[in-house]
């Protein structure tokens, strides 16, 4: 069985048999509120989704910082040198059912001096589109073991009013006495773009 996280938990990211983790997914997803729109003179209201363009990202941190930009991996830069973080790819609305955007992460191949990887949505463009995460509703971060057909291990819902917030550190998995660990971070920002979150961080 998963673990359902809550805001500030932190947990042993290990195989259900208790052994290490090798290759796990990062799954991250969230779906536009249904918001209520005048009609005809404002006597008819109708409920409209308006599309948001959410973007994950994760940064690489050594000795807990960012130190190079190949460390952040996203959308401009969906690979890591070491071949270890791969990300899957950009959605642009946050349509549809599961996961929206996922990373990749060979925890054989992540070179020795990283020991936290954090991962943060923000929304694109989101003061120009007037936007933020009071308009987003079931957004989520789960972690599979890609060895086990993607099993899920655990899964933290963000569940707290977010209105007015453009950004959000949804968690991270670190290093602790050589076993990795996540934490369900839960910090929403008013950052708005990666370069804004990434600068908390360096």
Same mark, same amino acid.
């Given at each position: 069985?998963?673990?359902? *996280?809550? @805001?500030?938990?932190?947990?042993? #990211?290990? @195989?259900?048999?208790? =052994?290490s %983790?090798?290759?796990?997914?990062?799954? %991250?997803?969230?779906?536009?509120?249904?918001?209520?729109?005048?009609?005809?003179?404002?006597?008819?209201?109708?409920?409209?989704?308006?599309?948001?363009?959410?973007?994950?990202s994760?940064?690489?941190? =050594?000795?807990? @910082?960012?130190?190079?930009?190949?460390?952040?991996?996203?959308?401009?830069? *969906?690979?890591?040198?070491? &071949?270890?973080?791969?990300?899957?790819?950009?959605? #642009?609305?946050?349509?549809?059912? &599961?996961?929206?955007?996922?990373?990749?992460?060979? %925890?054989? @191949? *992540?070179?020795?001096? /990283?020991?936290?990887?954090?991962?943060?949505v923000?929304?694109?463009?989101?003061?120009?589109?007037?936007?933020?995460?009071?308009?987003?509703?079931?957004?989520?971060?789960?972690?599979?073991d890609c060895?086990?057909?993607?099993?899920? #291990?655990?899964? /933290?819902?963000?569940s707290?009013? /977010?209105? &007015?917030?453009?950004?959000m550190?949804?968690?991270?998995?670190?290093?602790?006495?050589?076993?990795?660990?996540?934490?369900?971070?839960?910090?929403?920002?008013?950052?708005? =773009?990666?370069?804004? #979150?990434?600068?908390?961080?360096?």
């Amino acid at each position: 069985m998963a673990v359902n *996280l809550q @805001k500030g938990q932190r947990v042993d #990211l290990r @195989k259900h048999d208790g =052994s290490s %983790l090798k290759k796990v997914m990062i799954g %991250l997803g969230w779906d536009a509120a249904k918001r209520e729109s005048g009609g005809l003179l404002g006597l008819f209201g109708s409920k409209q989704v308006q599309s948001i363009d959410c973007d994950a990202s994760v940064f690489l941190c =050594s000795n807990g @910082k960012v130190t190079d930009n190949n460390d952040i991996i996203y959308f401009g830069n *969906l690979k890591h040198p070491s &071949g270890a973080v791969t990300h899957m790819g950009d959605n #642009l609305t946050g349509d549809g059912e &599961g996961d929206d955007e996922e990373i990749f992460i060979d %925890l054989t @191949k *992540l070179p020795a001096n /990283y020991d936290k990887l954090i991962f943060v949505v923000n929304i694109y463009e989101a003061n120009k589109r007037n936007q933020n995460f009071g308009m987003i509703h079931n957004a989520f971060i789960r972690i599979c073991d890609c060895e086990n057909n993607n099993q899920e #291990l655990c899964r /933290y819902n963000l569940s707290e009013n /977010y209105d &007015g917030m453009t950004a959000m550190i949804f968690g991270e998995m670190y290093l602790h006495n050589g076993n990795w660990k996540f934490n369900a971070i839960g910090q929403a920002t008013h950052d708005n =773009s990666i370069s804004e #979150l990434v600068r908390r961080f360096i």
